[in-house]
């Protein structure tokens, strides 16, 4: 079965930082894009930012220029740092394949809260 594991959330205040983790099987990290998605209650599932197997990025317009995603083909691992959190950036948190679909496995993900 396949797993993804995602860490790192918390609770932070606005203007704060987390660095999120997500650790996934080899067999779908190595040539897959992998990417970080968030789901906020009554809301629908966003991609946030993604990464290509080399290393190309993309970022949705309301974390551009603040959140950063990486990759650890070594340890498959990606990561997303985010600074500069905002209220709005409250959510859980989860990484997958992108593009993922809603039918797609999908681990526990990881709750972010910036509240003060």
């Known amino acids: 079965q396949v797993r993804l594991v995602e860490s790192g959330g918390g609770l932070v205040q606005p203007g704060g930082s987390l660095r999120l983790s997500c650790a996934a099987p080899?067999?779908?990290?190595?040539?897959?894009?992998m990417g970080w998605y968030r789901q906020d209650p009554g809301r629908q599932r966003e991609l946030v930012a993604a990464?290509?197997?080399?290393?190309?990025?993309h970022y949705a317009n309301s974390v551009k220029g603040r959140f950063t995603i990486s990759r650890d083909n070594s340890n498959n691992t990606v990561y997303l740092q985010m600074n500069s959190l905002k209220p709005e950036d409250t959510a859980v948190y989860y990484c997958n394949v992108a593009p993922a679909s809603e039918s797609d496995y999908w681990g526990q993900g990881t709750q972010v809260t910036v509240s003060s």
């Open positions: 080899g067999r779908i990290f190595t040539f897959a894009s």
């Open positions: 990464i290509t197997s080399d290393s190309r990025t």
